[in-house]
Nanobody, 122 residues
Framework: QVQLVESGGGLVQAGGSLRLSCVASGRTFSRDGMGWFRQALGKERTFVAAISWSGGGTMYAASVKGRFTISRNNAENTVYLQMNSLKSEDTAVYYC???????????????WGQGTQVTVSS
């Protein structure tokens, strides 16, 4: 299986920045897509950003485009989510996920991390 471990969450003021990290281990060779999703209290899990291990192509949800940047370090098996200009609406548990391809569809990710809480104070 694939193991994913997120870190970097915390409490930040509106307008501030955080960087989340996701370290992948295990059988990652067939899981080319890495995504970040978030789930606010009482809401559904929604897409944030995704990246391809092989090609490095990225995609973003409209709500975070221009503020968040997803990147990866293949040698370290690590995916990052740099979050700038944070808003109170960004408050959620953030999850790292692995799937066969990079996609915005939450249903196509098989492996998930434990989640890390991001709280943005207004």
């Amino acid at each position: 299986q694939v193991q994913l471990v997120e870190s970097g969450g915390g409490l930040v003021q509106a307008g501030g920045s955080l960087r989340l990290s996701c370290v992948a281990s295990g059988r990652t060779f067939s899981r080319d897509g890495m995504g970040w999703f978030r789930q606010a209290l009482g809401k559904e899990r929604t897409f944030v950003a995704a990246i391809s291990w092989s090609g490095g192509g990225t995609m973003y949800a409209a709500s975070v485009k221009g503020r968040f940047t997803i990147s990866r370090n293949n040698a370290e098996n690590t995916v990052y989510l740099q979050m700038n200009s944070l808003k109170s609406e960004d408050t959620a548990v953030y999850y790292c996920a692995a799937g066969s391809v990079a996609t915005a569809d939450v249903r196509r990710y098989v492996y998930w991390g434990q989640g890390t809480q991001v709280t943005v104070s207004s």
